[in-house]
């Protein structure tokens, strides 16, 4: 059985939901699904005057363990038009990694949101595209087999790069259902490519 990590980094909780249901996704594919996050670089005192979400379950993840996966998805919110110093932190960490080819073959794939629907969620998309190619990893976005991304109903997140939410310039908006079934989509997808390629 293919083994999937969905690792994240989120400030307000918007990815992290994000990533649960990426999760369910990978699991509906017939693999198993791992979530991390990625240690915090803001000070606490710092992070909870801006009201981040700290009392995530997800365990932090090391570098180290990037490897003994068939598949990683990244998910991070946008930051200006890319991802977040958190993540970059955590992914510049990967070095050796690179060096010794451990990464290469492996599916890798990208979620992310931000506040508004044109506030860069595909440029946030590309830029952890092209650190998992850098890796070597091979991707899976979302395609539009989810037709919900193509809907005209709603505001609503996703993108043929990766799955998407919209959180609100305030944060309000939560994850909405065609964004969590993109999200689940697309961790199906990535498990059942992940079980063809390493299966």
Known sequence: MARVLVLYYSTYGHIEKMAEAIAEGVHRGGATADIRR??????????????FKLDQMAPVATVAELESYDAIIVGTG?????????????????????????????????????ATQHGGQEMTLFSIIANLMHFGMTIV???????????????????????????????????????????????????????????
């Open 141 to 199: 976005g979302l395609p539009y087999s989810h037709q919900g991304q193509m809907t005209l109903d709603e505001i609503v997140g996703g993108a043929p790069y990766g799955a998407t939410t919209i959180a609100g310039g305030d944060g309000s908006r939560q994850p909405s259902a065609v964004e969590l079934e993109g999200a689940r989509h697309q961790g199906e997808l990535v498990a059942r490519t992940a079980t063809k390629l390493h299966g």
């Open 38 to 51: 990625v240690p915090e670089t803001v000070p606490e005192e710092i992070a909870r005057k801006a009201y």
């Open 78 to 114: 946008t930051r200006f038009g890319r991802i977040s110093a958190q993540m970059a932190t955590f992914l510049d960490q990967a070095g050796g990694l690179w060096a010794r080819g451990a990464l290469n073959g492996k599916v890798g794939a990208a979620f992310s949101s931000s």
